[in-house]
């Protein structure tokens, strides 16, 4: 009895400890977009409601949240909405009430005299949106352009800068333009921009990884990232991109992009591969309807045709799948580093089959089929018919419920037959001595050392290269830099064996890696290489990666060395490090062949490509290794090439 009048305390002490366990795991949700896990989070607690008046409030307030997606008892939350006073929560609950077509609780909401100047902004903005999902654009843009003021709008205006509303009269324009939003807005929103024609030398502002944006279809433009403006006393006034959209309009009576940025590429001997995103969006916006579990997703793809990953966010799981499918690329490059590097892998594609993504916008803007796979709530770009069409005419859209594998099939044999249609990219020959290197390639034990060795002896900039050992006394002449960390990692990065013997990558396609050149650069710079020489690279394993360094330097001198098949594979067995595999010529046998294969590819592609016998070149003939020296432009000196090889008849090249 004397324990009787404590255990209601503590038991409702505990009722509480579980609500609140239960409204932080929902909100969590939530705000990671899982809204229907968040509503099945907090529906007990509907039907028995968290005993306090906190819990009571953040059960509410998911509640009305999960309504706003569509998600959960719409007319519950309709009434609740109305019921409650309008002291709570107001933008969101005045988004809801349009969204729920309850225009008198978004009066009354309107109407309360403690409503601020930014609530008053957020109301304008939210109407604004309502008005442009259903075309009325006269209406709606004005109302729109609010949002640097709103509440439940991501910042707009940076604290160094003034916002300054866009006029009628782009004569009066400032200088400065704020990107805003994520990156497929910003796309949407410069082609507006560079519609307009006044602004090629304007001083844009935003995310550092939009600079790339700027530079490169701006490229008389200023760029500053958010983080690097400078805190002048009087900050310099700027408009909001978006709000050219709104100008445009005025001035076309259209909203759909009115300009491309880019255009669709083929290049020579490769494949058609399509472009898959199965999850859009970030934060509330990654909602489910935006996103498709990705084994579904891959059963819906054709199993004859060959497929890139652009998700910029894969989990480990999602990578396993995908290398475990022998139709499915991961990128070589991070793609959320450089949205124009996502660009050049696009531009390639046979299509893009996407959920509403950037994906969409940087297809669309690059003219490159887009199947648009439209969500039930779909952005106002779309229209109100959700029609990815109506702003890129690349696009196919098919809604996500009548999504099925002979639809896919379908718009992937049209593509197909485009994707042949067009015409091969011509090589670009570059200008700078940094951009036509000499790699020399072949198969492993064929005298690739001795011919690189040779090289260098004429004037080839190799950089700090792996030292000889009792297999290879004069050194491999092998840049360890390049070799551990881009050969290697490019090799395991497409799930092959780093070394390039025991799994070898696909020969007919490999997935992008447009930040190679950039990589190799880098290198290339912390060894002092100064760009005024020519530099080469050697290593076998080019063999099985030469598409990637093709792509990345298409005016690039290639050398394939040859050597007498049977000594090649005698020496396999012999050489300690290849000898781990196996000493059995049966085992190398058909390595020799997947080798040969890719080099055979290379030697079909278009890239300059010279062949060097190995055996001819220890025994003084020049021709060939004369012919690499005049393509990479460096001297010819016969005696000293002869003393590097120690040219005599019965010298039989082992390295």
């Known amino acids: 009895m004397n324990g009787a009048p404590d255990r209601a305390p503590a038991q409702e002490a505990a009722a509480e400890d579980r609500s609140a366990s239960v409204l932080a795991a929902a909100q969590d949700a939530f705000n990671e977009g899982r809204v229907s896990d968040a509503y099945a989070l907090i529906r007990p607690l509907l039907d028995q409601p968290p005993p306090d008046a906190q819990g009571r409030s953040r059960l509410a307030y998911l509640q009305l949240g999960c309504a706003l997606y569509y998600t959960g008892d719409l007319e519950e939350a309709r009434r609740l909405n109305a019921a409650l006073p309008t002291r709570h929560w107001r933008p969101l609950r005045y988004r809801l009430s349009l969204r729920l077509r309850d225009p008198a609780t978004a009066k009354r909401l309107r109407m309360d005299p403690e409503v601020t100047e930014k609530e008053r902004d957020d109301f304008r903005t939210t109407a604004g949106l309502h008005m442009l999902w259903a075309r009325r654009y006269r209406t709606g843009f004005p109302l729109y352009a609010a949002r640097h003021n709103a509440i439940l709008f991501p910042r707009t205006v940076p604290g160094r800068l003034r916002h300054a509303p866009l006029p009628a009269d782009p004569v009066q324009d400032e200088e400065t333009i704020i990107l805003e939003q994520g990156l497929g807005d910003v796309l949407f929103h410069l082609a507006h921009v560079r519609a307009e024609g006044r602004h090629e030398a304007s001083h844009f502002v935003g995310l550092r990884k939009y600079g790339s944006i700027i530079r490169r279809y701006f490229p008389k433009a200023r760029f500053t990232a958010h983080d690097a403006l400078p805190d002048l006393p009087d900050p310099p006034r700027a408009h909001l991109v978006a709000d050219f959209v709104g100008r445009g309009f005025a001035r076309t009576g259209r909203v759909a992009a009115p300009v491309t940025f880019d255009t669709p590429l083929r290049h020579g001997g490769e494949p058609p591969v399509w472009g898959i995103c199965w999850r859009g969006g970030s934060g509330q916006n990654r909602r489910e309807e935006r996103h498709i579990q990705l084994r579904l997703f891959l059963d819906l793809l054709p199993r004859d045709a060959r497929f890139l990953a652009l998700q910029f966010d894969l989990t480990e799981?999602?990578?396993?799948?995908?290398?475990?499918?022998?139709?499915?690329?991961?990128?070589?490059?991070?793609?959320?580093?450089?949205?124009?590097?996502?660009?050049?892998?696009?531009?390639?594609?046979?299509?893009?089959?996407?959920?509403?993504?950037?994906?969409?916008?940087?297809?669309?803007?690059c003219n490159v089929p887009l199947l648009a796979i439209m969500n039930r709530t779909a952005h106002w770009f779309w229209g109100p018919e959700g029609r990815a069409e109506s702003a890129y005419p690349s696009a196919t859209t098919v809604a996500k419920e009548t999504l099925r594998a002979d639809r896919v099939q379908d718009w992937i044999t049209a593509t197909r037959d485009a994707f042949h249609a067009r015409p091969v990219a011509a090589r670009v020959e570059a200008r700078e001595m940094s951009q036509k290197p000499v790699f020399v390639t072949g198969l492993p034990r064929s005298a690739t050392s001795m011919t690189m060795r040779v090289l260098k002896a004429q004037g080839l900039w190799l950089g700090e290269t792996i030292p000889g050992n009792p297999e290879n006394p004069q050194g491999y002449f092998e840049s360890r830099a390049m070799r551990d960390g881009i050969v290697k990692t490019l090799l395991a990065g497409m799930g092959a064996d780093p070394l390039g013997v025991r799994s070898l990558p696909s020969w007919d396609v490999q997935p992008p890696c447009p930040s190679l050149n950039r990589q190799i650069a880098a290198v290339l710079k912390s060894e002092g290489y100064d760009g005024t020489a020519p530099w080469g690279f050697k290593d076998p394993k080019l063999t099985l990666l030469w598409p990637l360094f093709d792509r990345a330097f298409p005016d690039a001198t290639w050398v394939i060395v040859r050597r007498d098949r049977n000594q090649v594979i005698d020496s396999l067995c012999r050489t300690s490090f290849m000898a781990r595999h196996s000493t059995s010529p049966d085992y190398w046998a058909p390595f020799c062949a997947a080798y040969d294969h890719r080099l055979s590819l290379l030697e079909r592609s278009g890239a300059r490509v010279i062949g060097v016998d190995s055996g001819a070149l220890s025994r003084g003939d020049l021709t060939q290794i004369g012919e690499v020296l005049e393509a990479a432009g460096l001297p010819f000196d016969p005696g000293r090439i002869l003393a590097e090889v120690g040219a005599r008849p019965d010298r039989v090249a082992a390295n």
């Open 317 to 365: 799981e999602e990578r396993a799948i995908l290398l475990a499918d022998a139709r499915c690329m991961i990128p070589l490059s991070d793609i959320t580093e450089d949205p124009v590097q996502t660009i050049d892998m696009i531009r390639p594609l046979a299509g893009v089959i996407s959920v509403d993504s950037a994906n969409w916008h940087m297809a669309g803007l």
